[in-house]
Each structure stands twice: as structure tokens, then as C-alpha cells.
């Protein structure tokens, strides 16, 4: 073959291979995995938006009585402060709120009364109760000590409580209980005369 011929053909071999380069995709890493890892994290993402829109969807019932602008019942989020519900219902000039503990949780059906300034803040002795009826336990707000006042509740499962519900940003009914380690079927039946969900 001469050599015209075989420069000829090195020539169509170059421009063979630069075509394929060119056009031709080469085998690159898989996005595969990062895309189910994306997936995952956004699962997960969902999940935890769930629970909290769950548990911010939890509304409850507060009267509000004494030196307030506008007294009467306001629906809040559960979760709510005692201060929530004062600024809500608005304070007065004559408002005390100095005796008042403003972090503590709003529980639904209760009332919150803010006192006048001057006004005598010796409370009222109540008629004496029968012990019949136990006091029923907040889930959502009891601390570990009040926890372990109900009979079947130590220390290791009232931090188990508490552990969940700060995890899970609060309980949303008391059978949501049985999602706790250590609380079977029949140990929430042996509490549902004590606890609660407000």
C-alpha cells in the first residue's frame, strides 16, 4: 500500500475517534445512590414535619378571668404559655401578674385568672375533698417527679416519657403512650385512670 494510502486511512482513524469522544457518552459515576440518599433524608424530613405539624395541630380550650382587657375563652396551641394566654387576652393597668408563674404549660378546660394590683392574694380555703378520685397526671407537662406519683411509673419510665416527648415535641393522645418502650397494652390499661393528654 503506498503511502498517500496509508496516511489517508490514520486520517479517517482520527477523526473516527475523535466522533466517538465527541458524541458517544462515556459510563460515568450513578447518581443512584445519592439520589436515594436525597430521597431518605427527605423521608425523614417529612416524618419530623409531620409529628411537629401534629402536635402544633393540638388546639385546647383557656378561659381567662380577672384584670384582663378582653376576658373569656381563647383556644390555644398546645404547648402554650400561661404568658401567651395574658397577652393575648390583653393586661390592664391595674394587671398583677408578679404572682403569677408566666412559663407554666395552659392546660385545656382550666381557667387563668390574673389578680389586681392590691388585691389580697391569700387564697381561698377550699372545702375539703373527697381522696376518692386520684388527680389525673399531664402527660404532656408532669415533670418526672409528678410522674412517678402514678402507681406503676419509676424513675427509668418516667425519663422514658419525658425522653419521647421532647423527642417527639409532645403526646398527642394518651395511646400514643404505647409507642414508649416499656409500656405494653397492659400497663397503659393499669394508667389510664391516672395520666392525661391536654
Given at each position: ?173 394518651f395511646e400514643e403512650l404505647g409507642e414508649v ?13 391516672y395520666l392525661v393528654v391536654y
Amino acid at each position: 500500500m503506498s503511502m498517500p494510502g496509508i496516511q489517508r486511512i490514520a486520517t479517517f482513524a482520527v477523526i473516527g475517534l475523535l466522533l466517538i469522544v465527541l458524541f458517544v457518552p462515556l459510563p460515568s459515576c450513578s447518581r443512584e445512590p445519592l439520589i436515594e440518599e436525597e430521597m431518605i433524608v427527605s423521608k425523614e424530613q417529612h416524618a419530623a414535619a409531620d409529628v411537629e405539624e401534629k402536635s402544633v395541630k393540638k388546639e385546647i380550650m383557656v378561659d381567662i378571668k380577672g384584670a384582663v382587657l378582653r376576658p373569656g375563652p381563647y383556644t390555644f396551641k398546645l404547648g402554650d404559655r400561661i404568658k401567651d394566654a395574658i397577652e393575648k387576652a390583653g393586661k390592664t393597668k391595674q394587671s398583677d401578674t408578679g404572682s403569677m408563674n408566666l412559663a407554666a404549660r395552659l392546660i385545656d378546660g382550666e381557667e387563668v385568672i390574673v389578680p389586681k394590683k392590691g388585691a389580697d392574694t391569700k387564697p381561698v380555703p377550699e372545702p375539703e375533698k373527697s381522696p376518692a378520685v386520684p388527680a389525673l397526671v399531664d402527660l404532656n407537662g408532669a415533670t418526672s417527679e409528678e410522674l412517678q406519683t402514678v402507681p406503676g411509673i419509676g424513675p427509668s419510665k418516667a425519663e422514658a416519657i419525658i425522653a419521647y416527648r421532647d423527642e417527639k415535641g409532645g403526646f398527642s393522645s394518651f395511646e400514643e403512650l404505647g409507642e414508649v418502650k416499656g409500656f405494653g397494652e397492659k400497663t397503659l390499661e393499669s394508667l389510664k385512670n391516672y395520666l392525661v393528654v391536654y
